[in-house]
């Protein structure tokens, strides 16, 4: 038989407490909890979880200290098949905890973190990418630092990188990044921070003009080695843009527009997969982008979003599966975004991760 498919992940993991309120409280306000709960999360835990249960192997690196919560967070990730073997366990150093409030009357949650510390270059446990056959290297921003470290490492080898807010050390990973994916709003913070960081912008090749044409051109600008950027629209879905030749514009293609940011706003509001040239002009250089947006999955019967928590994770562990299995972009993103509204209907950030035998994966991929 051929050997398995293995991705390794870089990143946090930590225990939620997740308490459901009726609505968020108002400021200096009392609530009562309709249910509390203690699970294990953390971006790239909750990634490998799933891809755990599509029956992926698994490895994690991550750090948790030599506590009660250190040992629930891997005890629960043993459980789930996750490889535990290169966690690092500090006594010096706290694990990670997040109290997580969801307003049950929105469906939204809210996160207040406690971070433990980060993963000092010693602690790096470089036989985890030395003595194994991995596909695919996950990373969620955390432990900057070390993830460096394995990036240098394990090339030649593809590293998908997350980057869903703006982190200390954060964009010295993005080179290494052959996949990228973002949150909703990390456009906006990385325009803000490139506008007044000379330094990062010279590092990554990132000019004045650049900023000036908008947030999600100046991502593509930032990732420029990567083969595509992903970024989630919550209920709208998700969108995948990747770099076109100018030789490889295609005819067939019939919506043109000029910015990223519009074209993205207006396909939006497509109810199915849809396809977008976008091009122009910065300084005297012609851009060329191809946008793939596919709107959130629809429930066939209704079916109440529960909580959002760990649905960027979910999504992220499917665009992995995806990946290692050859899926094209549609398939890809339709997979990943039916993935993330499964994991909605329960209460925390992994009860409702479906586990392989229970879909049916080809029809997903060909959903329209």
């Not at 040992?71 to 996750?82: A, G």
């Amino acid at each position: 038989p051929p050997p398995p498919l293995v991705v390794l992940g870089v990143g946090v993991s930590t225990l939620d407490s997740v308490c459901q309120v009726a609505s968020y409280p108002l400021p200096d306000s009392k609530v009562r909890t309709q249910t509390l709960a203690h699970q294990p999360g953390g971006n790239i835990a909750n990634a490998l979880t799933c891809l755990a249960r599509l029956g992926t192997r698994t490895i994690i690196i991550s750090k948790v200290g030599d506590d009660h919560i250190g040992t629930t967070i891997m005890k629960s990730l043993e459980r789930e098949d996750v490889d535990i073997r290169h966690m690092v366990v500090d006594p010096t150093s706290p694990s990670s905890f997040s109290y997580i409030i969801v307003d049950q009357s929105s469906g939204t949650r809210t996160i207040i973190h406690t971070a433990g510390e980060d993963m000092r270059k010693e602690q790096v446990p470089l036989k985890a990418i030395k003595n194994q056959s991995i596909n695919l290297i996950m990373m969620d921003g955390r432990h900057c630092g070390a993830a460096l470290e394995i990036c240098k490492q394990a090339q030649p080898t593809a590293v998908m990188l997350e980057l869903e807010r703006m982190r200390p050390g954060i964009l010295r990973l993005v080179p290494y990044a052959c996949y990228v994916t973002t949150s909703a709003h990390f456009c906006n913070e990385l325009l803000a921070h490139l506008r007044d960081s000379q330094e990062d912008r010279a590092a990554l090749g990132i000019t004045l003009d650049d900023v000036a044409q908008g947030p999600r051109h100046l991502l593509m600008m930032a990732c420029k080695g990567a083969h595509w950027v992903t970024s989630t629209l919550g209920v709208h879905g998700a969108v995948l843009c990747r770099r076109v030749q100018l030789q490889d514009e295609n005819p067939d293609v019939s919506h043109h527009h000029h910015s990223l940011d519009s074209a993205v706003e207006g396909m939006m509001v497509y109810p199915t997969s849809s396809v977008t040239l976008v091009s122009y002009d910065v300084a005297g250089v012609r851009h060329m982008f191809s946008l793939l947006h596919v709107p959130a999955y629809v429930f066939p019967t209704p079916t109440p979003i529960v909580d959002t928590t760990g649905a960027g994770d979910c999504f992220n562990g499917a665009l992995a599966y995806s990946l290692i299995h050859n899926f094209n972009d549609d398939e890809m993103l339709k997979f990943a975004c039916y993935m993330a509204a499964q994991k909605c209907t329960k209460p925390g950030s992994r009860d409702g991760i479906p586990f392989l035998k229970d879909m049916d994966i080809a029809k997903i991929r060909q959903q329209k």
